[in-house]
C-alpha cells in the first residue's frame, strides 16, 4: 500500500518539477463552469483531520502531508489513494461497532480531493484558510518520561527473524499509573514489533542473569519475555507497524509500582535486507492518580500458542481457524484491536451472549500488515460472566509450505487484544 503511494510521489513530484504552475485560487472549470476546490477553504480541514496525524516528519505515514507545498506536489497519487479507500488506512469494517476517532472519509469529501487534484491543485485565499482538528489518538498530552534500550543493539541480520528482550529499570520512585503511551521504533524498516512487559522487582536477579548470558545487550527471547513465569508478565503496550497510540480512554490507568522492571521485547524482521543498530524507545504520560484501573488483555486459543493446530497448508485458499471463551466475571472493554502475519486475510473479534445474540467488537475485511492499529470504541462494550469472547481469522497460503502458530514472520498468528477493566 505504502509502497504504490511512495512510487506515484516521485512520479507526481517529477512532473511537478516540468509541468505548469499550480494556480493561486479557485478558478472556474473550462468545461463546466463549476467551482475548483482549493487547499486553503476544502481540502487542507480533510488532510489535517484525516492524513497528517500520520503524515507528518517522522510519523508511520512515510512522508509528510502537513503542507501545501508537500500535499500538491503528490496531489494524483493522493486523490487516487483515497478514491479507491486505500488511505486514510481505516481498517475497522463499517457498522461493526462504532469507533473514536474515525478517520475514513465520506464520498463528499473524497470527491472535494479528487477534483482540487484534477483542477490542478489551486491553493485559495490563505487569510480565508479553514483548519481540520486532528484526531486525538497518536500523541500525548504530554510526556512526563521516556524509556529507551539501554544501549544500541546491533540487529542480528544472519536470521530472518530476531527476537531480543531488554529489561529497564523504571526510573519512577513512587507507585503510579501510566495513562497513555507512543512507541517510537529506532528502526521501522527492521521492528516486526514491540511489546513492553511490566515485570515484578523480584524477578531483578533472574533477569541480570539472562543478560549476562551472551554478552550482547538484552538477552534472546520468544512468545514472551522469556524466563518468566507468563502469569507474571502484564502487558503495558505494544507496537506493530502501523499503530497509531496516544492517551487512554475513560479516565484508565495501568499500574506500575516504583520496583517494577520493564521488559521490552523487540522482534527485528530483515526482510528489508537493512542493517545497522536500534535504540527504540516509548514515551509515556503519567498520572499519580486515576479515575479506573484497567490492563491490556491478550487472547488467542493457547493450544495455538503452545501445542500447534492453526495448521495453514501449502497452496491453501480462505482457510479458517476460531476460538472462544466464557468470561468468568463482569468486566468492560474499550478498545479492540487484532494481530496476523503476512498471510492474514480477514479476522473478526465478537461477544455471543447467553440468549444466542453476537456483538461484534472489530472486523477487518481486508487485512493489511503494515496498518495495525488499535480501535477504541464510542462507548465502552459491557461484558457479563458467562458471555463467549470469540476470536476468528483467515489466511490464503499460496506458498509450498504448511505454516501454523509460530514468532516469525514467515509463520502466522491470530491474536486479539483489548484494554479491560473490571468495572
Given at each position: 500500500m505504502m509502497f504504490r503511494i511512495v512510487a506515484a510521489m516521485f512520479l507526481v513530484g517529477l512532473s511537478a518539477c516540468t509541468g505548469t504552475d499550480k494556480v493561486d485560487s479557485g478558478e472556474e472549470s473550462s468545461e463546466s463552469g463549476a467551482s475548483v476546490p482549493t487547499w486553503h477553504q476544502d481540502v487542507r480541514p480533510i488532510i489535517e483531520t484525516s492524513c497528517a496525524g500520520c503524515h507528518t516528519d517522522g510519523g508511520i505515514g512515510g512522508f509528510s502531508l502537513e503542507t501545501y507545498g508537500d500535499v500538491s506536489v503528490v496531489a494524483d497519487a493522493v486523490a487516487d489513494s483515497v478514491a479507491d479507500r486505500r488511505m486514510p488506512p481505516w481498517k475497522a469494517v463499517d457498522g461493526c461497532n462504532d469507533y473514536r476517532d474515525d478517520i475514513t472519509l465520506s464520498e463528499d469529501q473524497i470527491a472535494t480531493i479528487v477534483d482540487w487534484a484534477e483542477g490542478d491543485a489551486p491553493v485559495g485565499d490563505e487569510e480565508a484558510a479553514r483548519t481540520g482538528t486532528p484526531p486525538a489518538t497518536g500523541s500525548l498530552e504530554r510526556v512526563d518520561l521516556t524509556v529507551s534500550l539501554p544501549l544500541p543493539y546491533?540487529?542480528?541480520?544472519?536470521?530472518?527473524?530476531?527476537?531480543?528482550?531488554?529489561p529497564v529499570e523504571w526510573p519512577l520512585e513512587e507507585d503510579a499509573y501510566v495513562t497513555g503511551y507512543v512507541v517510537k521504533p529506532g528502526r521501522a524498516d527492521l521492528v516486526h514489533h514491540m511489546i513492553a512487559f511490566i515485570i515484578p522487582g523480584s524477578y531483578a536477579e533472574t533477569l541480570a542473569e539472562l543478560e549476562a548470558e551472551d554478552g550482547n545487550?538484552?538477552?534472546?527471547?520468544?512468545?514472551?519475555?522469556?524466563?518468566i513465569d507468563q502469569q507474571d508478565a502484564n502487558w503495558l503496550g505494544a507496537w506493530a507497524p502501523?499503530?497509531?497510540?496516544?492517551?487512554?480512554?475513560?479516565?484508565?490507568g495501568l499500574s506500575m509500582k516504583a520496583d517494577d522492571i520493564l521488559v521490552l521485547q523487540m522482534h527485528y524482521n530483515n526482510t528489508s535486507g537493512g542493517t545497522g543498530t536500534d535504540q527504540s524507545s516509548i514515551d509515556f504520560h503519567i498520572e499519580a492518580e486515576v479515575e479506573r484501573e484497567g490492563w491490556i488483555q491478550p487472547f488467542t486459543n493457547p493450544l495455538w500458542v503452545f501445542s500447534g493446530g492453526m495448521d495453514i497448508?501449502?497452496?491453501?485458499?480462505?482457510?479458517?481457524?476460531?476460538?472462544?471463551?466464557?468470561?468468568?466475571?463482569?468486566?468492560?472493554?474499550?478498545?479492540?484491536?487484532?494481530?496476523?502475519?503476512?498471510?492474514?486475510?480477514?479476522a473478526r473479534m465478537e461477544i455471543e451472549r447467553p440468549d444466542g445474540t453476537k456483538d461484534c467488537l472489530l472486523e477487518i475485511d481486508d487485512w493489511d500488515f503494515d496498518w495495525q492499529r488499535t480501535y477504541g470504541f464510542s462507548e465502552p462494550v459491557q461484558l457479563q460472566e458467562g458471555d463467549v469472547w470469540h476470536l476468528g481469522c483467515t489466511w490464503d497460503n499460496p506458498t509450498d509450505q504448511d505454516v501454523d502458530w509460530g514468532e516469525g514472520t514467515g509463520d502466522e498468528m491470530c491474536l486479539g487484544t483489548a484494554l479491560v477493566t473490571l468495572d
Open positions: 546491533e540487529v542480528n541480520t544472519d536470521q530472518l527473524d530476531d527476537y531480543r528482550c531488554f545487550p538484552g538477552y534472546s527471547c520468544f512468545g514472551g519475555p522469556g524466563g502501523g499503530a497509531v497510540q496516544g492517551s487512554f480512554p475513560n479516565g484508565i497448508p501449502a497452496g491453501e485458499e480462505g482457510v479458517a481457524h476460531s476460538f472462544g471463551y466464557a468470561m468468568p466475571r463482569d468486566m468492560t472493554f474499550y478498545t479492540a484491536s487484532l494481530h496476523m502475519h503476512t498471510l492474514g486475510k480477514t
